[in-house]
């Protein structure tokens, strides 16, 4: 789905009022499911990386970015996730040769290029394949709300620009669960970007005590774009925020199109996105998880798209390395110690 404009907006619009007690009872289903007892653990530390909002705040580009710097120290991380966009229901041990995003989802294609990813809907099971294979800790990507496999770090990732919205739940604003009931299941708050729309999730977060790390989603950089008309879609949470960020980098978007969150596309749109540049003159771009998927398709149509699409990579990078470092090894000693005393 495409994410409605008026989640983010600071006054409640008509359409959430009119939704709202749909959200009440969405939020206090969701509430008690968030609080559930884990129905099962894994021998390796487990790391969640998620959000409290649906849509995108960058939870792929932070576990890449932490599974290096733990790779940097000898760490073997692993990644597990849902796979949400494909139709595998695992566990199964993601193979970026074999597999296309219709499988197991482009989030899980991008994090197999860089580490062991298993695809589970079922995350105790997909937890039980991932201690098979070479690896020391676990990175979910995602599952934040899912209760079934306990957690030994949750970190939740909020926009600083958007926050979380009108701060009402699905469907009337973006919350996945009322945000106190999000507040209580989280370990270190990060903040991405900059703006003051998160200051009430801060603020939660300082009473709560919790770390607080500030990070930034940085673009690489493509001169050939400049100076060139681009037509930029994207299939993400918020399409208007990666053509934002084009716009930011000082780059001519003359044309945009987007499409639904995870979006599977058809021959047709890739036909037309095709037909639309060649009539325009303008050159393509995309993300790089639009281009996971696109990549993935086996038809010919999408390698003329491949070939046609520049990508834009994003990197997460966060200011305070040491201390996220530290909190992600104390976690792993405590969960060692524990192994051992046979905890």
Excluded at 35 to 54: F, T
Excluded at 318 to 333: F, I, K, Y
């Amino acid at each position: 789905m495409k994410a409605p404009r008026f989640w983010w907006s600071e006054n409640l619009s008509g359409a959430a009022i009119v939704l709202w007690p749909v959200a009440w009872l969405y939020g206090w289903f969701a509430a008690r499911r968030l609080h559930r007892r884990p129905r099962g653990g894994s021998n390796l530390p487990v790391i969640c990386i998620g959000n409290y909002v649906a849509g995108g705040t960058g939870k792929t580009p932070f576990a890449l970015m932490l599974a290096a710097l733990l790779a940097k120290d000898g760490i073997r991380p692993g990644f597990l996730l849902r796979g949400y966009g494909g139709r595998a229901k695992g566990p199964v041990v993601v193979d970026p040769a074999a597999h296309m995003a219709t499988d197991v989802g482009d989030e899980a294609l991008l994090l197999a290029r860089e580490a062991p990813t298993v695809v589970a809907a079922d995350r105790v099971a997909g937890a039980g394949l991932a201690q098979t294979l070479d690896i020391d800790v676990l990175l979910m990507d995602d599952g934040f709300q899912n209760p079934s496999l306990k957690k030994d770090l949750a970190f939740a990732l909020v926009d600083a620009a958007t926050g979380v919205g009108n701060g009402l739940c699905l469907p009337a604003g973006p919350l996945r669960a009322p945000l106190a009931d999000q507040i209580v299941k989280t370990d270190v708050l990060v903040i991405v970007g900059t703006g003051g729309q998160a200051d009430e999730v801060v603020h939660l977060a300082a009473r709560k005590g919790l770390p607080i790390l500030h990070a930034e989603l940085v673009p690489g950089l493509h001169e050939d774009l400049k100076d060139t008309p681009l037509h930029a879609f994207a299939g993400i949470g918020r399409p208007e925020k990666f053509f934002r960020m084009l716009e930011d980098l000082g780059l001519n978007v003359a044309r945009t199109s987007s499409f639904p969150d995870h979006h599977a596309f058809t021959e047709e749109d890739a036909k037309r996105l095709l037909q639309q540049s060649e009539t325009d003159g303008h050159v393509l771009v995309t993300t790089e998880k639009d281009m996971a998927r696109i990549a993935s398709a086996p038809e010919e149509v999408f390698r003329w798209l491949e070939n046609r699409s520049a990508t834009l990579l994003v990197a997460m990078n966060v200011s305070e390395t040491g201390r996220l470092l530290s909190l992600v090894h104390g976690t792993v000693r405590n969960r060692a110690f524990r192994v051992g005393r046979g905890a």
